[in-house]
């Protein structure tokens, strides 16, 4: 059983020696009962489990040269002293990719919303089934094991404009310069650049970059749209790179 509290230690599956090696799972959650009952699930299935009860220890033990090594930071956005979300932004300014999954009361849509936009992943509200829990774990764990969506496929290098993709090496540049994306960001304009001109519906840019086990909103993805815009555009308001086709979805010029 996982140790109850805030505490840096592991629990493992009291089972054989290859379910000792899956993935590690994070919990912040403040409340006991929750945390207890979450992580209890999570061990049940396999998962190499820890847990914290606020965000400041969570961003200590995710950041700096001793960072424990997460695959998946389940979160709780109501914590004492640092919040759900800015845990979030403070993870994604310094680059940390790890898949966020957050678990919370506040169900209207602006909460999920914002929740996507600061840098999680999926959205779980409370209350939630333990089943769904785990099925979006996995989910978010099969999606970061995937490699790029189109980097085997095509020219070793695609220019357009200021923008260069070099795919062997993961990075796109723009004026010459590296441009810092997240592996989803990088996905979907990699997939852009590879088909100037033609029209991607939101639900085909989850499935491409996604995957088709994505359980989710498709708005994610105008938020990640967004945020491309921000960091390749001259004029995010008025692009000219990424347009996007009333109706339809976007396209890239």
Known sequence: MARMGASPDWAVPAATESTISTARLLVVEDDDSIRETVSEALL????????????????????????????????????????????????????????????????????????????????LIKPFGLRELVARCRALLRRSQQIPTES?????????????????ECRITR?????????????????????????????????????????????????????LREKIETTPSSPEHIRTVRGFGYRFH
Request: some cysteine.
């Open 44 to 123: 049940a299935e396999g998962f190499v489990v820890s847990v914290c009860a606020d965000g400041s220890e969570a961003l200590a033990r995710l950041t700096g040269p001793e960072a424990d090594s997460v695959d998946v930071l389940i979160l709780d956005l109501m914590l004492p002293g640092l919040g759900g979300l800015e845990l979030c932004r403070k993870l994604r300014k310094v680059n940390n990719t790890i898949p966020i999954l957050v678990i919370s009361a506040r169900d209207s849509e602006a909460d999920r919303v914002l929740g996507l936009e600061v840098g999680a992943d999926d959205y």
């Open 152 to 168: 085997s496929e095509g020219d070793d290098i695609v220019e357009h404009a200021n923008l260069c993709l070099y795919s062997r």
């Open 175 to 227: 004026n010459g310069g590296d441009l810092s994306l997240s592996p989803k960001e990088y996905k979907i304009l990699e997939l852009l650049m590879r088909h100037p001109k033609r029209v991607w519906s939101r639900d085909q840019l989850l499935e491409r970059v996604w995957g088709i086990d994505f359980i989710g909103d498709t708005k994610t993805v105008d938020v990640h749209i967004r945020w």
